[in-house]
């Protein structure tokens, strides 16, 4: 099992659609998630990050995170073309926590169809 | 957050050559790291720069191919030696450090070995 799970996608929504992204890791003692956008030939961009179960809105983002499920999501709503890119999701587990060393899931394609 | 440049923005290397990068930094940081993404991956950590010390390598990666140095808290190095066409990937630097135990990249080094 990989520790940090992505659908690869694409996942395709149309403009003004809620986009809906999914994460799930292995390791139960994890602490902290961040949410990344990557657009093609570009480095990783921090959207959010998100250490406490619930919801955390920023703008259009809001990521969502369940513990015990061991799934963290981020949802973006009023999707616009400009939100195409590849969402990268990173986890610190419990084993590396105060190291600041992160897992990557592969990312998901995201396509906002105009 | 810091600004981070990293030199060269891309290279194109013949086999058996070695290449340097360069990770700068316009503000003191705790923690720098050097990733690899290959085409259509993922992120994945090579090490972690330490300052005044050795670097700290990732299982499948050894300092003999990946040479760092972090001579202070603001610069560090990525060598890639004796290189290879499987060596061609975006080498990219990050930094982390206050209390959101947050990573922000470099824009990358995009190196194609012939």
């Known amino acids: 099992q990989k520790e940090v799970e992505q659908n690869s996608g694409p996942l395709s929504v149309p403009e003004g659609a809620i986009a809906s992204l999914n994460c799930t890791y292995s390791d139960r003692g994890s602490q902290s998630f961040f949410w990344y956008r990557q657009y093609s030939g570009k480095s990783p961009e921090l959207i959010m990050s998100i250490y406490s179960n619930g919801d955390k809105e920023d703008g259009r983002f809001t990521a969502q995170l369940n513990k015990a499920s061991q799934y963290v999501s981020l949802l973006i709503r009023d999707s616009q073309p400009s939100d195409s890119a590849t969402y990268l999701c990173a986890v610190n587990p419990s084993t590396t926590s105060g190291t600041y060393k992160y897992i990557f899931g592969t990312g998901t394609r995201l396509k906002v169809l105009a | 957050s810091a600004v981070i440049s990293q030199k060269p923005s891309r290279d194109i290397c013949q086999r058996g050559t070695s290449l340097t990068i360069q990770c700068q930094v316009d503000?003191?940081?705790?923690?720098m790291f050097w990733y690899r993404q290959q085409p259509g991956q993922s992120l994945t950590l090579i090490a972690t720069?330490?300052?005044?010390?050795?670097?700290?390598?990732e299982s499948g990666f050894v300092i003999d191919k990946f040479p760092i140095s972090r001579p202070n808290l603001t610069f560090s190095t990525l060598t890639v030696s004796n290189m290879s066409p499987e060596d061609s990937s975006i080498y990219l630097c990050?930094?982390?450090?206050?209390?959101?135990?947050?990573?922000?990249f470099g824009p990358g080094t995009r190196l194609t070995v012939l």
């Open positions: 503000s003191q940081v705790t923690m």
């Open positions: 720069a330490n300052q005044g010390s050795e670097a700290t390598y």
């Open positions: 990050s930094v982390a450090g206050g209390t959101d135990n947050e990573q922000f």
